[in-house]
């Protein structure tokens, strides 16, 4: 995607404080994720009170969680052998990896192909 595509995404994109939400607070922090699909405007909703790494479940991804959830979000813009090569290197690369070079490595191979 490029910047333009990006900007043109988040005209989109509204935040909205809802009281049930607050309500829980500080105990409890929790929001509603929903999204419209321009293709056909099917509407998905998730709504999430203990997202990993927050303060009430700081212990975060385990490595397969980690990896599964690479694998869920890349499957319809990488091959099963290019989400290994990038997996690979991010965990088993050198301490000299640096981040910008999987993120180009990544969006090399999707650069072809639109993101849905």
């Known amino acids: ?21 607050n309500e829980l607070l500080p105990d409890v922090r929790g929001g509603l994720v929903r999204v419209k699909k321009k293709k056909n405007g099917e509407v998905l909703e998730r709504e999430v009170f203990h997202a990993h790494g927050d303060f009430d479940a700081p212990e975060g991804y385990s490595e397969d969680e980690l990896v599964d959830k690479f694998r869920n979000v890349t499957y319809n813009n990488l091959s099963g052998t290019e989400q290994d090569r990038l997996i690979d290197k991010v965990l088993r690369g050198s301490e000299s990896l640096m981040v910008s070079e999987i993120f180009r490595e990544y969006f090399e191979h999707v650069s072809d192909r639109r993101i849905v």
């Not at 990006?6 to 935040?15: G, P, S």
Request: charged share 35%; hydrophobic share 30%; proline share 0%.
């Open 1 to 21: 995607m490029t910047n333009d595509e990006v900007q043109q995404l988040a005209e989109h994109i509204y935040l909205t404080e809802d009281e049930k939400y």
